[in-house]
């Protein structure tokens, strides 16, 4: 069959995938967008989108309808059944569910000129050759070629001989329950080592879920059951399913030769809150970016090197996230920790800027998180001697 030629092969249709196709058709580069998925598709997430999320979503691709998101204002913390601490006026969290979130976000990249190839496995991939064959034998050929095919990335896997490695990266259950959203969001601190649990209102009820760093879906789901139980959720009565995330994870060249991986198969997902939706339209647009440059210079080879420079600030904010990490999940600290969030309202406000992305890593500054550090270690924070009882909130 007759080969089809683009400027840019855009693997997955995502957030990462339609922010990179709609930048890249802005910068005036033909642009092939493909998925194995119709939209409106299934996706496992929690969908709270923060307001760093918002504002990249909305610089990428416009305002988007209020009807995609239900606001929460409201944050309490639990360590297990125990409240730790209640915030209202927290900083917004964008809560949205993923089916229609992506589905906006791709078909404003098809509106924008994006030739549309969703609902088409691959047959093969030849990242290096710049050519894709689809299911049904037609050929997509470009010189640039961006993978943003999440966790389980047919694009890495091409490259590298697999996406990630599903051992040390994080798994999550989810469920979704039906009914009136709840008041507030709630964050569970101590539902997994190394990991967190959720209560997301939506619009429709409530996204339920845990997750953590190198756990197995065979350990979780007796867990995860019980963890429904005490919420008041009865588990033969909800559908579960299971998910990676790349936490923590990312890649230190992300991408190889004339292909540029973004969002999930790039591993950019924060190690602490989990959050990816961000870092995944932001890397999407910066690898467009690249692409367009590199096709000006008529240097595409040139395309990888130019992201990397474009991508320096997100992989020094996810290296922060993971030293910080380190902190956050230690078992040593983590009960110094909740005491914190329990009895310091300054704790818990910065501590919620950072997980709705109205704070950066960056702002905590090292002598700054050196003195979190050590109040941490001695017990104290905001200079005031904490205890075991923390905050019913």
């Known amino acids: 069959m007759r080969a089809t030629s683009h ?3 855009v693997i997955g249709a995502g957030p990462a995938g339609s922010a990179a196709a709609i930048s890249a058709i802005r910068a005036g580069l033909r642009v092939a967008l493909i998925d194995k998925a119709l939209f409106p598709r299934d996706k496992l997430c929690g969908g709270g989108v923060t307001a760093r999320a918002y504002g990249y979503a909305r ?6 309808p209020d ?5 929460s204002r409201s944050v309490r913390f639990f360590s297990g059944p125990v409240s730790l601490a209640r915030l209202d006026h927290a900083p917004p969290i964008y809560m949205t569910m993923r089916a229609a979130f992506d589905a906006e976000l791709r078909t404003r990249a098809i509106a924008a000129g994006a030739q549309d190839f969703c609902g088409q496995r691959m047959a093969e991939c030849l990242p290096g050759a710049g050519r894709v064959t689809l299911a049904g034998g037609q050929v997509l050929t470009a010189p640039l070629m961006i993978g943003a095919d999440g966790v389980h990335s047919g694009v890495a896997r091409a490259l590298f001989g697999r996406g990630h490695d599903p051992a040390t990266i994080g798994f999550a259950l989810e469920a979704e329950v039906p009914g009136a959203p709840g008041p507030e969001t709630g964050l569970d601190m101590t539902a997994l080592p190394f990991g967190y649990g959720w209560d997301f209102p939506k619009a429709q009820g409530r996204t339920l879920g845990i997750g953590g760093v190198s756990v197995q879906e065979k350990d979780l789901r007796p867990r995860f059951h019980d963890w429904l139980r005490a919420r008041g959720v009865d588990p033969a009565t909800v559908k579960i399913k299971g998910h990676h995330l790349p936490s923590g994870a990312s890649r ?4 190889r030769g004339t292909v540029l991986l973004a969002g999930d198969a790039a591993g950019l997902v924060d190690p602490i809150t989990g959050e990816g939706i961000g870092w995944a339209i932001l890397s999407g647009r910066l690898a467009a ?3 367009s440059e590199a096709l000006r210079a008529g240097a595409p080879q040139t395309a990888l090197i130019r992201y990397q420079a474009h ?5 020094a904010e996810l290296l922060r996230a993971r030293l910080l990490a380190k902190l956050v999940y230690h078992p040593a600290l983590q009960p110094r ?3 914190a969030l329990g009895s310091s309202d300054h704790f818990q406000r910065r501590y919620l800027a950072l997980l709705a992305g109205e704070m950066d890593y960056a702002d905590l500054g090292p002598r700054r998180l050196a003195g979190v550090v050590w109040r941490v270690l001695r017990g104290r924070v905001g200079g005031s001697r904490l205890d075991a009882r923390g905050s019913g909130g």
């Open 7 to 9: 400027d840019v092969l």
């Open 67 to 71: 009807g995609l998101f239900h606001i």
């Open 252 to 255: 230190a060249v992300p991408g």
């Open 337 to 339: 920790l909740l005491r």
């Open 59 to 64: 610089a990428v691709f416009g305002d988007l």
């Open 289 to 291: 970016e690249a692409a």
């Open 311 to 315: 991508m320096r600030p997100i992989r």
